[in-house]
């Protein structure tokens, strides 16, 4: 028999790492910096495919940002980079299932600043250890666009399984999109947990900052 209980919801708690810290997003906190990190023309490509944005103007930012902060599903946080203390990024919980132990990670918003960083690493990281180890979940989701070639490779190397395409899944934007889906049970989180850890220690990269490991390597 598999056990009933229900997970957890999230709370509003501090997820604190090495390279970053999550924090329950705040309009007020953390709205100046997400603005500068992601404003301008030249930051359009991160939100083709996000629910909302690009942002022109200011007050649509923040009034996204306001919205974000009340929402309980999705649930969001700010990824602080610890070195500056300002916010580089956002990602949720969503799509919460706590009858079935199930809940979904999404809605990332990655700024330059924290792309291709261990921080980047890292923040995924910290929130699957919280939806397995800290809310009792049995499955864990990421789903993205189709088309979205960065995001499925992401999926693949943080440790989910893909599990196939439904198609015309949503209108988003005005137009099709296909849903990739992507999961880690909780009987993978040890080995996906252990490939994390050793990935992330110091003596993973050299001086330069190169990894010496790729995280799919560590997990055989």
Same mark, same amino acid.
């Given at each position: 028999?598999?056990?009933?209980?229900? #997970?957890?919801?999230?709370?509003?708690?501090?997820?604190?790492?090495r390279y970053v810290t999550l924090l329950p997003l705040s309009a #007020?906190?953390?709205?100046? =910096?997400?603005?500068? =990190?992601?404003?301008?023309?030249? *930051?359009?490509?991160?939100? %083709?495919?996000?629910f909302e944005?690009?942002?022109?103007? @200011?007050?649509?930012?923040?009034?996204?940002?306001?919205?974000?902060?009340?929402?309980?599903?999705?649930?969001?946080?700010?990824?602080?980079? *610890?070195?500056?203390?300002? =916010?580089?990024? @956002?990602?949720? $919980?969503l799509r919460m299932e706590p009858k079935h132990r199930v809940i979904e990670v999404g809605a990332i918003l990655y700024s330059p600043l924290l792309q291709r960083t261990p921080g980047a690493t890292e923040a995924m990281y910290l929130m699957? @250890? $919280?939806?397995? !180890?800290?809310?009792? *979940?049995?499955? $864990? !989701?990421?789903?993205?666009?189709?088309? *979205?070639?960065?995001? @499925?490779?992401?999926? %693949?190397?943080?440790?989910?399984?893909?599990?196939g395409i439904f198609r015309q899944h949503m209108i988003m934007k005005g137009q099709n999109r296909d849903t990739a889906w992507f999961s880690v049970l909780d009987k993978e989180w040890p080995l996906v947990k252990k490939a994390f850890e050793e990935w992330l220690t110091p003596e993973n990269f050299t001086a330069d900052g190169a990894q010496r490991k790729p995280l799919a390597a560590l997990r055989g």
């Open positions: 028999m598999i056990d009933t209980t229900p #997970a957890k919801l999230p709370e509003r708690i501090i997820m604190p790492g #007020a906190a953390h709205g100046d =910096a997400l603005w500068e =990190a992601t404003r301008g023309k030249e *930051n359009d490509a991160l939100w %083709l495919y996000l944005g690009p942002f022109p103007e @200011r007050s649509a930012f923040d009034a996204s940002m306001k919205t974000m902060e009340a929402s309980q599903d999705p649930f969001y946080f700010a990824i602080i980079d *610890n070195t500056t203390g300002k =916010a580089v990024g @956002r990602a949720s $919980y699957m @250890r $919280y939806a397995f !180890e800290g809310l009792g *979940n049995r499955r $864990y !989701e990421w789903k993205c666009n189709a088309l *979205n070639q960065p995001s @499925r490779r992401a999926a %693949l190397r943080l440790g989910f399984t893909f599990e």
